[in-house]
Every structure is written in structure tokens, then in C-alpha cells.
């Protein structure tokens, strides 16, 4: 069974930093690229940060760019983003994702449960 579990949400003060990771299992993810979404109150799931499948690209939402860093353990199947200066807008459920536009449709998005940040001004 596929899962990705993420960790490391939580309550912090504005400026504040956390760390969430993901921890994708139940198959491989190698040509998978793996990243960050959120979701706001009220609001759609949106794009936060990826690490390409090959090479270590990463791509970043313009609202964290210079305050978010994505990285990737591509052994250990992890993702993490290191979220600095954090501010009251960043506050949402943040959610690990895994995606292979290749991929059969039924396998071509995977996501983790989220993990909420609460960001207090």
C-alpha cells in the first residue's frame, strides 16, 4: 500500500521556522517528482515547492521563494521543506505529493494525509 506520512507541522510565531518532512513507501517514487501543496482556509490546494524526479531541480511557489528550501533523500524515498520567516499568509494544511505525469492515471498523483501549520502574529 502506497503512503506518504508527513510530520512536523505545528504552531509557530511569525519570523519562526519549521521543518515538515515526508516519508513516501509501498512502492518506487524514483521517477517521481516529490514536493509540497497547501491549503488555506477557504481556499484551493496550491503549489507550494517540488524536487524533480532526476538531477535535483527545485521549484518554488513566488511566496516562499527565498524563505522555503526543498530537499530530497531519493535512498530514503523523504522529502522535507525548511520553511523560514514564516508568516501569518503561510498558516494552512500543508500536504506531501508525489507525481509521475508519465504514470498510469491511477497511479500518477499520490498524496499524504497533511500536516497543519498555524503561524500566530
Known amino acids: 500500500q502506497v503512503q506518504l506520512v508527513e510530520s512536523g507541522g505545528g504552531l509557530v510565531q511569525t519570523g519562526g521556522s519549521l521543518r515538515l518532512s515526508c516519508v513516501a513507501s509501498?512502492?518506487?517514487?524514483?521517477?517521481?517528482?516529490m514536493g509540497w501543496f497547501r491549503r488555506a482556509p477557504g481556499e484551493d490546494r496550491k503549489f507550494v515547492a517540488a524536487?524533480?524526479?532526476?538531477?535535483?531541480?527545485?521549484y518554488y511557489a513566488d511566496s516562499v521563494k527565498g524563505r522555503f528550501t526543498v530537499s530530497r533523500d531519493y535512498a530514503k524515498n523523504t522529502v522535507h521543506l525548511q520553511m523560514n520567516n514564516l508568516k501569518p499568509e503561510d498558516a494552512a494544511v500543508y500536504y506531501c505529493n508525489a507525481r509521475d505525469d508519465t504514470a498510469p492515471l491511477n497511479e500518477r498523483d499520490y498524496w499524504g494525509q497533511g500536516t497543519q501549520v498555524t503561524v500566530s502574529s
Open positions: 509501498g512502492r518506487s517514487f524514483s521517477t517521481y517528482d
Open positions: 524536487v524533480a524526479w532526476s538531477g535535483g531541480n527545485t
